[in-house]
């Protein structure tokens, strides 16, 4: 069996009215709850590790000095308003 993945057995409670849905979509495309759970899990897992990877990748930036005040970033904040303010006016 080459390419297999080793799997593993998860069981959590869902509420009736998220069963309901999930069945839903499993009939319409034909497949399986335990599909339907695996791909949602896949995919959550990725997302919830990419998010982590960004909040490192600033407390790094910010233990290494690497930062903006909070009067500085309502700087620019401020003048990108002013400048998106100009070319909607252009626009018109």
């Given at each position: 069996?080459?390419?297999?993945?080793?799997?593993?057995?998860?069981?959590?409670?869902?509420?009736?009215?998220?069963?309901?849905?999930?069945?839903?979509?499993?009939?319409?495309?034909?497949?399986s709850?335990?599909?339907?759970?695996s791909?949602?899990?896949?995919?959550?897992?990725?997302?919830?590790?990419?998010?982590?990877?960004?909040?490192?990748?600033?407390?790094?930036?910010?233990?290494?000095g690497?930062?903006?005040?909070?009067?500085?970033?309502?700087?620019?904040?401020?003048?990108?308003?002013?400048?998106?303010?100009?070319?909607?006016?252009?626009?018109?």
């Amino acid at each position: 069996m080459a390419g297999m993945t080793k799997q593993t057995v998860i069981s959590a409670r869902v509420d009736e009215e998220t069963v309901a849905l999930v069945d839903e979509i499993v009939a319409a495309q034909g497949r399986s709850r335990a599909w339907f759970v695996s791909q949602a899990v896949r995919e959550h897992a990725r997302r919830e590790a990419e998010f982590l990877a960004f909040v490192q990748e600033g407390l790094d930036a910010a233990s290494a000095g690497d930062w903006i005040s909070h009067e500085d970033m309502k700087r620019v904040i401020a003048e990108r308003r002013a400048l998106q303010t100009l070319k909607s006016a252009d626009t018109r």
